[in-house]
């Protein structure tokens, strides 16, 4: 299915005395194909193979792709569990010994059970991530709910994927990150890319994007920086961070007045034209000039090549929905795909760029507070009894909704939780206002961490757990199209690590819920049980079986039996989600950033990714290579606000706001805007710029606004810069 | 089938996966042999690749006293054989793209072989197969053609009208930036 124009048929290179396992990167949304090489002596990964014939990447991988192996047997892996008996040195590495898992499990199970006789079952919350399994992602949400009994459960995609999901929600009724295949990339006829530095981010969709433009096609880029991709645009909307909005409203208002709306389309398939029309009306290309920074020109020539390309994609990312806004964000940018009726076919429609390997799954079963399995909702009575009856529990047990990831901190910080169970996130680097985070952190009663490496987060622990590398298990992702692919194990866990499920199923039994979690023993297991869980919801996994994944080269959900071959496409017949079977049009008012520039703070802070790491940089951070790529984070300054501040390439400044402050290197580049500046995030400790971002959350996604804040630079005197180094 | 390396400067996008895979072919040490080179930092975020280009008449091989630099019938320049290298670097000094690399600890030298362990069997080399954006390409004779015709190129493909910046002919191909001049666009 789905062959294109750079279907290669080439088996790859087979070393003597190696086998290659064929499987999927363990970094971002694109999950691109690979082979692990794996060494049949000794039976460990010793290296990567592309992997050819996978449809979406054709065997191209970025260098955080090409040395994920090294993750496996790395030197810094954690074999045995540790315990800190001494609380007073959290937040530190210090103080930590080995001991074996049972010691462990005790520990784990007698002080959640004495916090929570003490306190309440909701005194324990569980902190997760999306860069994991369905089946790991699934059980996470029930052990938290009939393991743990807590209603208190979320997950670093809050800083990742909720405002893409929020929006979509309001504008389809479903959320599934894109609504066609990326292998219809290259084909479309202009690609509108909002906030999304896909070169760095997404590196291995950039081959179809540049085949969109040696075709003769168009290519807008979106973006504060004119970033790789932005380089080569035909036109590049270089706007101040934080005014998506008004840009969106602006295309809009201009693809309705050039006449390239498609009023068929409008009354046939849509609700909430005529609202959006009044709203966007004021949005002149003038007047959005003002607000974005943007120049007219621009925006009506971009305009007007969306509204005369027959077929085009609507693209972002984090740039847009990392915003008190985001969700606002998403539905404007899809309404320009709504209001000219270029979606439900191949070719047009609209995507968000998922940011984790695992950001599309794992948000669909019940990681998030107010959801279950198979995007249900917690507060629908009828999707609770169906997910009753798989867990054998009663809607009485069921716990209520939880708060959203950052608000969980906050409820630590009132002491109504006390307690944490920590997997696969490291919001010690990834979480905004980080010296807010990470007081609250240390002030936990109890805490635990399961990870492969000691994270910074871990470091805030009393016990931490070892869990194995996505090499060391099997089961399924979600790739950023919606496919369900198949992660396979190359390698048995490296010493006495575990998978995430496996801890969750032996931790539950030292809780008294055995019940429950004991019939689950293998990964298949749970993928079963997984699958039944989410029939019948929204996101139906239960046709999408591995045999079948492996036979179709993944399974687009919804894929509701076993006939179904799955959805590539969304929304063909044009029925949408919501109860009248329309699309929302939706009508968003402007409103700035929580924090716009003033004269303390004139310049805009915006942060991302660069192409070497991966989110906290917990694990690319170890692997040689990426780390001598790019070993420390920079702030990027244009020349002429560097001039204006007499700083110079390479010499370090005060960069700070409200929050915090951070010493950085200057990085002088003309490709930002003057009155915004750059630090990627990926950094720990005092190098962590989101010591510095604002915590101001999108009321309907509850995302932070990492995209902007107001900040400032000082020069630093030589004596200080010494002491900073 | 015969193919060749091709090089389209203008897509690059500075991720260095190249740099990263070339220490994935069987005959490399896990040691690169290629460079990516950041064109104009303090401006814009142009990037270029570089890798042997395995000249047709190489002058590393020319300006080597011991024979020690081997050229294969498809037209692969390997890396100084372990015996016959003595170490003299006039490889280094003599190429003029600085391709060789010298490992001061083997008094040895080593370059880009085109992956000869995978292309020999016609596998593609490690850098153009991974090369998120098609920077880097591993096209059949015809296909070349069919570029060079796009963008009426000579013999040497550049986006420019025929010229020959360089001296010698090579069996690796590049497109200078410039790429989408003349595309014809679709509306």
């Known amino acids: 299915?789905?062959?294109?124009?750079?279907?290669?048929?080439?088996?790859?290179?087979?070393?003597?005395?190696?086998?290659?396992?064929?499987?999927?990167?363990?970094?971002?949304?694109?999950?691109?194909?690979?082979?692990?090489?794996?060494?049949?002596?000794?039976?460990?990964?010793?290296?990567v193979e592309p992997r050819y014939d996978w449809p979406v990447t054709r065997g191209k991988m970025c260098p955080k792709g090409v040395t994920a192996y090294q993750q496996t047997n790395h030197q810094d892996r954690l074999l045995k569990p540790l315990i800190r008996d001494d609380a007073s040195k959290k937040g530190t590495k210090e103080g930590f010994r080995e001991a074996s898992w049972d010691e462990a499990y005790d520990l784990i199970a007698r002080r959640f059970k004495e916090l929570q006789a003490e306190y309440g079952k909701d005194t324990l919350s569980v902190f997760s991530g999306v860069s994991m399994t369905n089946e790991k992602c699934y059980l996470t949400g029930k052990f938290a709910r009939v393991g743990l009994q807590t209603r208190y459960i979320d997950y670093n995609g809050r800083f990742c994927m909720a405002s893409a999901?929020?929006?979509?929600?309001?504008?389809?009724?479903?959320?599934?990150?894109?609504?066609?295949?990326?292998?219809?990339?290259?084909?479309?006829?202009?690609?509108?890319?909002?906030?999304?530095?896909?070169?760095?981010?997404?590196?291995?969709?950039?081959?179809?994007?540049?085949?969109?433009?040696?075709?003769?096609?168009?290519?807008?880029?979106?973006?504060?920086?004119?970033?790789?991709?932005?380089?080569?645009?035909?036109?590049?909307?270089?706007?101040?961070?934080?005014?998506?909005?008004?840009?969106?409203?602006?295309?809009?208002?201009?693809?309705?007045?050039?006449?390239?709306?498609?009023?068929?389309?409008?009354?046939?398939?849509?609700?909430?034209?005529?609202?959006?029309?009044?709203?966007?009306?004021?949005?002149?290309?003038?007047?959005?000039?003002?607000?974005?920074?943007?120049?007219?020109?621009?925006?009506?020539?971009?305009?007007?090549?969306?509204?005369?390309?027959?077929?085009?994609?609507?693209?972002?990312?984090?740039?847009?929905?990392?915003?008190?806004?985001?969700?606002?964000?998403?539905s404007a940018y899809t309404n320009m795909c709504l209001v000219t009726g270029k979606i439900g076919r191949p070719k047009s429609g609209v995507a968000t760029l998922t940011g984790q390997g695992n950001g599309q799954g794992g948000r669909e079963h019940g990681q998030k507070s107010d959801l279950l399995p198979g995007?249900?909702?917690?507060?629908?009575?009828?999707?609770?009894?169906?997910?009753?009856?798989?867990?054998g529990i009663t809607p009485e047990e069921m716990p209520l909704p939880g708060v959203s990831a950052f608000e969980m901190f906050e409820l630590m910080e009132q002491k109504t939780i006390r307690g944490m169970y920590l997997l696969c996130s490291n919001p010690a680097v990834s979480a905004p206002h980080l010296n807010y985070v990470r007081s609250v952190l240390k002030d936990l009663d109890f805490m635990v961490c399961a990870d492969f490496f000691l994270s910074e987060s871990a470091e805030f622990a009393d016990v931490v757990l070892p869990s194995v590398?996505?090499?060391?298990?099997?089961?399924?992702?979600?790739?950023?199209?919606?496919?369900?692919?198949?992660?396979?194990?190359?390698?048995?866990?490296?010493?006495?690590?575990?998978?995430?499920?496996?801890?969750?199923?032996?931790?539950?039994?030292?809780?008294?819920?055995?019940?429950?979690?004991?019939?689950?023993?293998?990964?298949s297991q749970v993928a079963d049980e997984f699958r039944l869980a989410s029939k019948g919801g929204y996101a139906d996994y239960y046709g999408a079986t591995w045999d079948k994944i492996d036979r179709q080269d993944g399974v687009f959900w919804p894929c509701k039996d076993e006939a179904d071959t799955g959805t590539p496409y969304m929304f063909e017949d044009h029925k949408y989600f919501h109860p009248d079977g329309r699309a929302k049009i939706c009508a968003l008012p402007y409103r700035p950033s929580a924090e716009e520039p003033c004269e303390e703070y004139p310049l805009r802070l915006t942060t991302g990714r660069v192409v070497y790491h991966y989110l906290s940089g917990n694990q690319t951070r170890r692997i040689p290579f990426l780390r001598d790529m790019c070993p420390e984070p920079y702030v990027e300054v244009h020349p002429e606000t560097a001039q204006q501040y007499g700083i110079a390439h390479d010499e370090v400044v005060r960069l700070f706001t409200r929050r915090g402050e951070c010493f950085y290197?200057?990085?002088?580049?003309?490709?930002?805007?003057?009155?915004?500046?750059?630090?990627?995030?990926?950094?720990?400790?005092?190098?962590?710029?989101?010591?510095?971002?604002?915590?101001?959350?999108?009321?309907?996604?509850?995302?932070?606004?990492?995209?902007?804040?107001?900040?400032?630079?000082?020069?630093?005197?030589?004596?200080?810069?010494e002491a900073a180094r | 089938m015969k193919k060749l390396l091709y090089i389209e400067m203008d897509n690059c996008i500075g991720c260095r996966s190249c740099l990263?895979?070339?220490?994935?072919?069987?005959?490399?040490?896990?040691?690169?042999?290629?460079?990516?080179?950041?064109?104009?930092?303090?401006?814009?975020?142009?990037?270029?690749?570089?890798?042997?280009?395995?000249?047709?008449?190489?002058?590393c091989a020319r300006s080597c006293p011991a024979q020690a630099i081997q050229i294969t019938e498809e037209g692969a320049v390997l890396s100084a054989l372990v015996e016959k290298c003595i170490g003299c670097q006039n490889c280094t000094i003599a190429c003029p793209y600085g391709i060789p690399k010298f490992d001061e600890e083997q008094n040895l030298m080593y370059k880009c072989d085109l992956c000869y362990d995978r292309t020999k069997e016609g596998i593609p080399p490690m850098c153009a197969s991974v090369c998120p954006t098609n920077t880097l390409q591993w096209i059949t004779e015809e296909e070349l053609a069919e570029k060079q015709e796009r963008h009426r190129l000579g013999k040497w493909v550049s986006s420019h009208q025929p010229f020959e910046p360089l001296e010698g002919e090579t069996n690796v191909k590049i497109s200078l930036p410039g790429i989408l001049q003349g595309v014809q666009k679709l509306f």
């Open chain 1, 165 to 330: 999901a929020a929006g979509f929600l309001r504008s389809f009724g479903i959320d599934r990150g894109s609504t066609l295949p990326w292998t219809d990339i290259h084909q479309t006829d202009c690609l509108f890319i909002a906030g999304s530095n896909t070169a760095e981010c997404h590196p291995t969709s950039m081959f179809r994007v540049w085949e969109v433009q040696n075709r003769g096609g168009y290519l807008i880029v979106v973006d504060p920086r004119e970033t790789p991709i932005a380089r080569r645009a035909d036109v590049h909307l270089d706007l101040r961070p934080g005014t998506d909005l008004a840009l969106a409203n602006c295309m809009v208002n201009l693809l309705i007045q050039n006449g390239h709306a498609d009023h068929e389309y409008i009354a046939n398939y849509t609700s909430g034209f005529e609202e959006t029309q009044e709203i966007v009306k004021v949005f002149t290309p003038e007047y959005t000039s003002e607000i974005t920074g943007v120049a007219p020109e621009k925006l009506i020539r971009a305009a007007e090549i969306f509204g005369k390309a027959p077929n085009a994609i609507v693209m972002f990312a984090r740039g847009i929905e990392q915003q008190v806004k985001g969700a606002d964000n998403v």
């Open chain 2, 20 to 59: 990263a895979a070339c220490t994935q072919c069987g005959g490399h040490d896990e040691r690169n042999r290629n460079y990516v080179y950041d064109v104009n930092p303090l401006v814009d975020r142009q990037t270029i690749p570089l890798m042997c280009l395995h000249c047709v008449n190489p002058a």
């Open chain 1, 469 to 523: 590398t996505w090499s060391e298990d099997e089961g399924t992702v979600t790739n950023l199209e919606g496919r369900i692919i198949k992660i396979n194990k190359a390698q048995e866990p490296l010493g006495e690590s575990k998978p995430d499920w496996l801890i969750h199923v032996e931790l539950a039994e030292r809780l008294g819920r055995g019940d429950y979690f004991r019939h689950l023993q293998t990964a």
């Open chain 1, 1 to 47: 299915m789905l062959k294109d124009k750079f279907q290669q048929n080439i088996a790859g290179k087979h070393h003597p005395k190696e086998k290659l396992v064929k499987t999927h990167c363990s970094y971002c949304g694109m999950q691109c194909g690979m082979n692990l090489r794996v060494d049949t002596d000794s039976n460990t990964i010793i290296g």
């Open chain 1, 665 to 721: 290197k200057v990085k002088v580049i003309e490709a930002i805007r003057k009155d915004t500046v750059f630090v990627p995030y990926h950094y720990g400790y005092e190098q962590s710029v989101n010591l510095l971002t604002i915590a101001a959350l999108d009321p309907m996604s509850r995302m932070p606004e990492f995209k902007v804040c107001a900040a400032q630079i000082t020069k630093v005197p030589a004596a200080a810069k």
């Open chain 1, 375 to 391: 995007y249900r909702k917690l507060t629908n009575p009828k999707h609770v009894q169906e997910v009753c009856e798989v867990w």
